[in-house]
Structures are given as C-alpha cells and as structure tokens.
C-alpha cells in the first residue's frame, strides 16, 4: 500500500464506546509514536496516558472552540493521550 492509498482510506471517528483501551493496543500505538520520525532524529516529546474518567472528562473540554460546540466527543473518549513537546 502506498501512502496515497492510506490517506485515500483514513478516516475520523467521532463516536465512541465507554469500553477500555486493551493495554497491548494502547502501547502499540504509543510505540509507533516514539519511534516516529523528528528533526535530528530529537523526539522532542513525552506522552502523558490519562484513563482516569474524571481527567479524561476535564482534558476532554481543552480542544473545544470559543463556542464550545466542535471536538464535543473529546471527553467521551475512553482515554486521552497528551503530546507535551519538550
């Protein structure tokens, strides 16, 4: 597969389920990340999990616009992963 073919494919989900991130899945793609390419191979990032219900739900309202009505489903997501650049 190209990556044409997967941008053609991707998709962006906005409903979720109340059902846990399996463990395995959550560190596979927080593995993908780490080792994700950067400007002088730097990795200037750390990833902060939050799955606490209450701190997902508080995190969830961050993204939202001055009108609060876009990124809604943010803090219905199971889990939160915060990208904190270094």
Sequence with gaps: MTFLDL???????????????E???LLRCLEAARIAPSASN?????????DDPDKVKQLGKAPRGP???FNTFTDKVPVIVTIVLE
């Design 42 to 50: 730097s990795r200037p990032w750390t990833f902060v999990v939050t």
């Design 7 to 21: 941008a053609e494919k991707r998709q962006s989900d906005r409903k979720y389920t109340d059902k846990p991130v």
């Design 67 to 69: 009108l609060g009505s």
């Design 23 to 25: 463990k395995e899945k």
